[in-house]
């Protein structure tokens, strides 16, 4: 039952990150506030201040906002998650995501739309109708495969259940990005081992690090073929998207809050391309290999097809960190823009810049921009090569800004 209109909901840790999801072609940003978030610590998170102005750019480009409010809540929370759910209704956030029933109860008081998150670990229909008395929207466990996700959003039909608003409650799943080892990123090891919690979005993430095993009766340390054995591979549905679709998806959401501006442009364009091509029916494998190798270039620890197909297992990183075929290298910052000949002018402050390297733009406003150095000139003269210190210009086709900084890209 494929749905006509599919949401995809992009990660937003930043005002770049802003900027890049809306020039790759999101439905929807969701982003946090303050502590009360599940990425509290890994991203910069905007400001109760700041709510206004993401409301402002959302509405002037036709996208809807969600507020990210899903840890744990204690008791001196309260006070804070009520002013940040009010904050986010008066300045026209378009919903909250939360999981805390406490959150959740507050919001059916004063009205305000509700996402149910991934904390819930939203498994069966009855769960669903459990839920529909307060939201509309809910993003299904991540352990679940699409067989269980297409019973589920046949039973919301035939069921006819129905949120807060009398729509259809629409189901929600993680489409790309970061998988947690734990079921639905309910993780304590974090908090046994540093008293950091991830259920209040202070995860440091000890387990993508490399582990030995000892046998503690005796010694002996057992060999292993992965010694990152907790450090889960990314998911990736886009070589399956037609599938997930046809499971009766609405939202697909991707994760990457704490992710860089290029890797937010990257994944929601592949994921934009390929929603419109299940729908227009042009979808291919030989598309889904182009996009796989677009989403390969930006930050990732591999890929895995998650729960989705049946898997009963995890897929584990084989390394730390990004697997990334491309990485980029801080060169320099915008000066000027000459709109009449879309011209750019920078700053080289750092390294060199040949002519045809690829390079990378990004800024708050500007978001991202890929192009090629295809002519660099120097005091208005054509040169091969820009050395350290030098001021140069090169064709540009969109604005660039003083505050924006300048990346070239090369193979990792």
């Not at 889960?232 to 860089?260: H, M, P, Q, W, Y």
Request: proline content about 1%; aromatic content about 8%.
């Amino acid at each position: 039952m494929l749905q006509k209109e599919i949401e995809v909901m992009a990660p937003v840790g930043s005002w770049e990150s802003l900027s890049a999801a809306i020039k790759a072609g999101c439905n929807s940003i969701y982003f946090g506030v303050e502590q009360l978030n599940m990425r509290a610590r890994s991203s910069i998170n905007f400001t109760v201040e700041d709510l206004a102005k993401v409301a402002e750019i959302c509405k002037e480009n036709n996208i809807k906002s969600y507020i990210t409010l899903n840890t744990t809540l204690y008791d001196h929370d309260i006070n804070l998650m009520k002013s940040i759910i009010d904050a986010a209704k008066e300045n026209g956030i378009d919903s909250v995501i939360v999981s805390d029933h406490a959150a959740l109860n507050y919001a059916k008081k004063i009205n305000y739309p509700v996402h149910i998150s991934t904390q819930c670990n939203i498994s069966n229909i009855d769960t669903v109708e459990f839920y529909a008395n307060y939201a509309d929207v809910m993003v299904m466990a991540r352990e679940l495969s699409l067989q269980q996700v297409g019973a589920i959003a046949n039973e919301i039909e035939r069921r006819d259940v129905r949120g807060p608003s009398g729509n259809l409650v629409e189901v929600e799943v993680f489409a790309h990005g970061a998988l947690c080892m734990a079921v639905s990123g309910k993780c304590y090891l974090s908090l046994h081992s540093h008293n950091s919690s991830a259920n209040r979005g202070a995860c440091i993430q000890n387990c993508r690090r490399e582990y030995t095993v000892i046998d503690k009766e005796e010694g002996i340390e057992f060999d292993i073929d992965n010694e990152y054995i907790m450090s889960a591979k990314d998911l990736a549905t886009i070589d399956f998207l037609d599938k997930v679709l046809n499971a009766g998806v609405k939202v697909l959401k991707i994760e990457g809050r704490g992710r860089s501006a290029d890797y937010v442009y990257t994944t929601v364009k592949c994921y934009r391309e390929a929603v419109d091509s299940v729908l227009d029916g042009t979808y291919t494998k030989e598309k889904t290999e182009v996009w796989k190798t677009r989403l390969a270039t930006v930050y990732n620890r591999g890929f895995w097809d998650g729960y989705y197909l049946g898997r009963k297992m995890g897929e584990w990183s084989d390394a730390y960190g990004s697997k990334a075929t491309t990485k980029k290298i801080y060169i320099g910052k915008g000066i000027k823009y000459f709109s009449k000949i879309n011209v750019g002018e920078f700053l080289l402050e750092a390294h060199t810049l040949k002519k045809g390297d690829k390079i990378l733009i990004t800024g708050p406003t500007t978001g991202v921009i890929e192009t090629s150095a295809n002519e660099v000139r120097v005091d208005d003269i054509s040169v091969d090569e820009v050395k350290q210190g030098e001021h140069f210009s090169i064709r540009i086709d969109e604005t660039i800004r003083p505050s924006d900084k300048l990346y070239k890209v090369v193979a990792s």
